[in-house]
Each structure stands twice: as C-alpha cells, then as structure tokens.
C-alpha cells in the first residue's frame, strides 16, 4: 500500500499532463501486471475511516477500477484534467492554490493465485513496514530504495531482520508479482491481501 501511494502518478492525470508519471496520455489499455492483480480506488470503502461523498471541487466521490486484471483502465480527474483527455471527473480534485488530483482510498483485490505459504516456504522476506519514502522514492524515475521492518522465513523457521533495505522499480515491481493472499486486511489508507512478488533486492546485516 506505501509503494502504491508513493507512486500514485502513475494513475493521476496531473502527472501525466505535467510529465512527471510513469503512464501517458496512451496508457490506458496497457499491461500493467499479471491478470489476478486488480486495483480500485474507493473512497466509499466502509473501511475507510474518513468516507466523504464529494472532492474538493463537488464532484461526487465513486469506486474507480485503476487496474482490472492486469489492465490500467482508468486515470484520477479532476475538472481540469478531465478536459484535454474529454472525460469526465473521477471525485479526486483538491483544492489549493490550484486544483490538484489525489487518490482517495486504494482497495487491492485479493487475487485467485495460490497463496504463499509461510509455514512452508523456503525463502522468503515478509515486509511489516517501509520506511523513510520522502528520502527513498525517485517517483518520477520509478524507482525505490527504503529501510523496512520485517521477517525473513526459511523452512518454517522465522527470523526478525532489521537494518534491512529493499529496492527496485515499481513498474517490474508489478509486473513481478506472484499471488494476492485471499485474506484483506483494512489499514487507514487502503485495503489490500499480502501481495508476494518476485526480484527485489533486499539487504541485510
């Protein structure tokens, strides 16, 4: 979920307009990750603590499907982005010193892969919590690098790791992943299922 919203320029149409996403205006169709992994943004989720039914400019807040099977299918708007891609509004406008696009509530689907076993996997690191993303995140280059919190499983066994730091790029990241565990778990930003991938780099003392 920290990774998805450090790298929310892939779906906002501001960023896309400014080029400063990881998406373009022909995007949208494109392959994003394999066909179990579906993402939506829904600020009416019952989740999600602070539920509001309209955005900063009065535009009635929706479930928005971002990626469905794989596919990027939609960006977020507001009145002034939807304009130059002729759509409409999604409910993601902000207001400030100008309008601004941002995601409201980010819900991962859980996914029809076999889930990951921990009990019997042979290798595997588990990550709690990434931290320090305002230093970590190149989010307009994709890529990442960030201490976590964690636990390494080898056969069964768990070990709690710490002074640990793991990269990559978002967009391998995605298209890496491997199962979406059937379980979700609510947070205050989002929902999602643990979302095992493959490839990252991960070090250790």
């Not at 896309?16 to 939506?40: E, I, M, R, W, Y």
């Not at 689907?109 to 990434?130: F, H, K, M, R, S």
Request: charged letters at 15%.
């Amino acid at each position: 979920m920290s990774l998805l919203y450090a790298f929310a320029n892939i779906f906002n149409a501001q960023s896309v307009l400014d080029k400063l996403s990881l998406s373009n205006a022909d995007s949208l169709g494109q392959v994003l990750a394999p066909d179990f992994f579906s993402l939506t943004d829904n600020e009416l989720h019952p989740a999600n603590p602070t539920i509001s039914w309209f955005d900063g400019e009065g535009t009635p807040t929706q479930p928005l499907p971002l990626i469905e099977n794989g596919v990027l299918t939609h960006f977020l708007h507001s009145s002034v982005t939807a304009k130059p891609f002729q759509t409409a509004p999604t409910g993601h406008g902000r207001l400030g010193a100008k309008v601004g696009v941002s995601p409201n509530f980010f819900c991962v689907a859980p996914g029809a892969q076999p889930v990951c076993d921990l009990a019997t996997i042979e290798n595997a690191i588990y990550i709690d919590e990434l931290n320090a993303l305002h230093a970590g995140v190149q989010a307009s280059q994709g890529s990442f690098s960030l201490p976590f919190d964690g636990w390494w499983y080898r056969h069964g066994e768990r070990v709690s790791i710490e002074a640990a730091t793991v990269a990559g790029d978002m967009l391998t990241v995605l298209r890496s992943l491997v199962s979406a565990d059937g379980t979700a778990k609510a947070t205050p930003r989002g929902v999602s299922p643990v979302v095992w991938a493959e490839g990252l780099a991960v070090t250790a003392e």
